[in-house]
C-alpha cells in the first residue's frame, strides 16, 4: 500500500448508529487532518494531528470524534449525525505543518458518507 | 478569516482548446498550490509555488504566483479529455493552515 487510504469508501448511516471512518498512510508523514468536503463549497478543515497530538479543532461538533493512535493513522468516530453531514470526508497527510516548504497536503480518495 | 475567490466556477470547453482559471484573496499569501480531484477520488497536487513571481510548470499546465502575492493562475494547455475534473486553489499566510477556493469544474466536450 502506497500513499493514503481510507475505509470504507462508501458509508450509509441512520442517525441513530455508530460508525467509524479510518485513514492510514504510508508516507512517513508526521501530520494528519479531516477535511469535510460537501457540494459546491470550499473543503473544510475539521481536524489537524501533529505527532499524534490534536493541534486544530475547527469548531466540529461534539458528534464527531477524531483518534490518532499513531503518526500513521486517523479515525473519525461518528454517533448521532444529522442528514446534512453526509458529505466526502477526505484525510490527508503532510511532512511538518509547521514548515511551509514541506507542508504540502497528501489526500486520501474520500469516504462517501449518506445519512438517512 | 482569509478566503480565496476562485474563477470560473465551471468551464465547458473543445477538446484541444487552452483553459485558464485563478485564484484571488485580500490576504498575501506565502504559498499556492494547485489541485486536480478527478470524480471519486480524493484532490491530487498540480504544482507548487513558494515565490513571487514564480512560474512553474508541470507537463501542459503552467501557474504562476502572483507579483502582489495574493492571486494565481493556472493555464491549461491544449486540453483532453483527462483533463475533466475539478481543480482547487490553496493558499497559506505563513504558518497558518491551508485555505481553498470554490473549485473550477473543468468539462470538455470532445
Known amino acids: 500500500e502506497t500513499g493514503v487510504t481510507q475505509t470504507p469508501r462508501h458509508l450509509v448511516m441512520g442517525m441513530t448508529n455508530k460508525k467509524s471512518l479510518k485513514c492510514e498512510q504510508h508516507?512517513?508523514?508526521?501530520?494528519m487532518y479531516w477535511y469535510k468536503q460537501s457540494a459546491k463549497k470550499p473543503l473544510e478543515l475539521m481536524f489537524v494531528?501533529?505527532?499524534?497530538?490534536?493541534?486544530e479543532n475547527n469548531s466540529v461538533p461534539s458528534r464527531f470524534s477524531p483518534e490518532c493512535p499513531n503518526s500513521s493513522h486517523l479515525f473519525l468516530h461518528l454517533h448521532t449525525l444529522q442528514p446534512e453531514d453526509s458529505a466526502l470526508y477526505l484525510c490527508?497527510?503532510?511532512?511538518?505543518?509547521?514548515?511551509?516548504?514541506?507542508?504540502?497536503?497528501?489526500f486520501g480518495a474520500g469516504s462517501r458518507l449518506t445519512v438517512l | 478569516g482569509q478566503q480565496l475567490n476562485q474563477s470560473p466556477q465551471s468551464m465547458f470547453i473543445q477538446e484541444g482548446e487552452d483553459v485558464s482559471m485563478n485564484c484571488t484573496s485580500s490576504?498575501?499569501?506565502?504559498?499556492w498550490l494547485w489541485y486536480k480531484q478527478d470524480p471519486g477520488e480524493g484532490p491530487v497536487l498540480l504544482i507548487a509555488?513558494?515565490?513571487?513571481?514564480e512560474l512553474t510548470s508541470n507537463g501542459r499546465l503552467t501557474a504562476q504566483f502572483g507579483i502582489t502575492r495574493k492571486d494565481s493562475f493556472l493555464n491549461i494547455s491544449a486540453s483532453i479529455p483527462s483533463d475533466v475534473g475539478i481543480y482547487f486553489c490553496?493558499?497559506?499566510?505563513?504558518?497558518?493552515?491551508?485555505?481553498f477556493g470554490q473549485g473550477t469544474r473543468l468539462t470538455i466536450n470532445p
Open positions: 508516507l512517513g508523514h508526521n501530520a
Open positions: 490553496a493558499g497559506r499566510t505563513g504558518a497558518q493552515k491551508l485555505v
Open positions: 490576504s498575501i499569501f506565502n504559498t
Open positions: 509555488l513558494y515565490k513571487a513571481g
Open positions: 494531528y501533529n505527532f499524534k497530538e490534536q493541534t
Open positions: 490527508a497527510s503532510s511532512q511538518d505543518p509547521t514548515n511551509t516548504g514541506a507542508n504540502v497536503l497528501t
